[in-house]
T-cell receptor, first 112, second 114 residues
Framework: DAKTTQPPSMDCAEGRAANLPCNHS???????VYWYRQIHSQGPQYIIH???NNETNEMASLIITEDRKSSTLILPHATLRDTAVYYC?????????????FGQGTRLTINP | GAGVSQTPSNKVTEKGKYVELRCDPI?????LYWYRQSLGQGPEFLIY????????DSGLPNDRFFAVRPEGSVSTLKIQRTERGDSAVYLC????????????FGPGTRLTVL
C-alpha cells in the first residue's frame, strides 16, 4: 500500500471548517483513500473514503486532486468533539489488501 | 445496530501469565481483524480472519500470540507468557462480505503487563 504523509498537528477554531491535508504521491490506480479518526481512549472511527471523485457524507467531505497524489478531509463546522487524531490511509481493493496501514496521523485540536 | 464489542475493556496481568481477549464483531460481518496500538502510535495489523480461517497472520509478532474464530463470529486473541512489551491497546475490527469493505472498530482492550 502507498505511504501517506500528514502534518503531525493542526489547530482549528470551533465553528470553522477544518481542512486536513494528506499526501499520497505513490498511490496506485486501484488504491482508495480512507480517513479514520480516533478520539482519546476510543477505537478508530471510519469517516469517509474515495477513489478519485470527491465524496461527501454526514460527517465530512473528501477532496481528491485530479492526479490523486493528495487529498483533503474537510470538517465543515468543527466542534470540540472533533478533537481527535485523524488518519489518512491508502488501501487497495481485492485479495491481499485486507489490512489497514496506519501512520502517525494528524492530531487536530478544536479550540473554543 | 450494535457495533463491535470487546471484553474486557481493561486487563492487568503479571509477566509470564496467559491472557485471552475477546471480540464480538458486528452481526453478519464475515471478516474480522486484530490490531495492536502502542502508546503514541497508530494501530498495527496483527491478523485477519475470513470466516473461521486466518487468511493473513503476518502481523503476529511471535508464536506467543495466537487467535481463533471457531464459529466464524466471536474471536479470541490469546497471548502466552506475557511480557511487559505486550502492554498495549488491542483493537478488533470487522467488515462485511469481502475483506475490502470498510472496517469498523471496537473500543479496544487495554492490556497492562506488570
Amino acid at each position: 500500500d502507498a505511504k501517506t504523509t500528514q502534518p503531525p498537528s493542526m489547530d482549528c477554531a470551533e465553528g470553522r471548517a477544518a481542512n486536513l491535508p494528506c499526501n499520497h504521491s505513490t498511490i496506485s490506480g486501484n488504491e482508495y483513500v480512507y480517513w479514520y479518526r480516533q478520539i482519546h481512549s476510543q477505537g478508530p472511527q471510519y469517516i469517509i473514503h474515495g477513489l478519485k471523485n470527491n465524496e461527501t457524507n454526514e460527517m465530512a467531505s473528501l477532496i481528491i486532486t485530479e492526479d490523486r497524489k493528495s487529498s483533503t478531509l474537510i470538517l465543515p463546522h468543527a466542534t470540540l468533539r472533533d478533537t481527535a487524531v485523524y488518519y489518512c490511509i491508502v488501501r487497495a481493493r481485492g485479495e491481499g489488501a485486507q489490512k489497514l496501514v496506519f501512520g502517525q496521523g494528524t492530531r487536530l485540536t478544536i479550540n473554543p | 445496530g450494535a457495533g463491535v464489542s470487546q471484553t474486557p475493556s481493561n486487563k492487568v496481568t503479571e509477566k509470564g501469565k496467559y491472557v485471552e481477549l475477546r471480540c464480538d464483531p458486528i452481526s453478519g460481518h464475515t471478516a474480522l481483524y486484530w490490531y495492536r496500538q502502542s502508546l503514541g502510535q497508530g494501530p498495527e495489523f496483527l491478523i485477519y480472519f475470513q470466516g473461521t480461517g486466518a487468511a493473513d497472520d503476518s502481523g503476529l509478532p511471535n508464536d506467543r500470540f495466537f487467535a481463533v474464530r471457531p464459529e466464524g463470529s466471536v474471536s479470541t486473541l490469546k497471548i502466552q507468557r506475557t511480557e511487559r512489551g505486550d502492554s498495549a491497546v488491542y483493537l478488533c475490527a470487522s467488515s462485511s462480505r469481502r475483506s475490502t469493505d470498510t472496517q469498523y472498530f471496537g473500543p479496544g482492550t487495554r492490556l497492562t503487563v506488570l
